[in-house]
Nanobody, 125 residues
């Protein structure tokens, strides 16, 4: 079983910064991409940023130049540094990991999505 535990959300003023963290724990063979998504109530979850094992990154246009994703493979942790925050960044942020649970998954080319519990980010004066 794989668990993703997020931390770092909270209330910040417009223009401020927050850093989100997400640590994966449990038993698994390997983690491929990790990322952050966000979701407003009643809307689809949307991509914020992803990062591969090798460090290749992908960002939503709305956060480019303001957010930076990074990871520490040794401890299966992904971070999201959020700068120049805007009120429209307010929502719940979810961590994602694409996990190979067993060596068999690697052989078969399978991977499974796991999600954190979500952390609230509120940008308001």
């Amino acid at each position: 079983q794989v668990q993703l535990v997020e931390s770092g959300g909270g209330l910040v003023q417009p223009g401020g910064s927050l850093r989100l963290s997400c640590a994966a724990s449990g038993t698994f063979f390997h983690i491929n991409d990790m990322g952050w998504y966000r979701q407003d109530p009643g809307k689809q979850r949307e991509l914020v940023a992803t990062i591969s094992t090798g460090g290749n990154t992908n960002y939503a246009d709305s956060v480019k130049g303001r957010f930076t994703i990074s990871r520490e493979n040794a401890n299966n942790t992904v971070y999201l540094q959020m700068n120049s925050l805007k009120p429209e960044d307010t929502t719940v942020y979810y961590c994602n990991a694409q996990v190979l649970r067993y060596y068999r998954d690697y052989v078969e080319g399978s991977q499974f999505d796991y999600w954190g519990q979500g952390t609230q980010v509120t940008v308001s004066s």
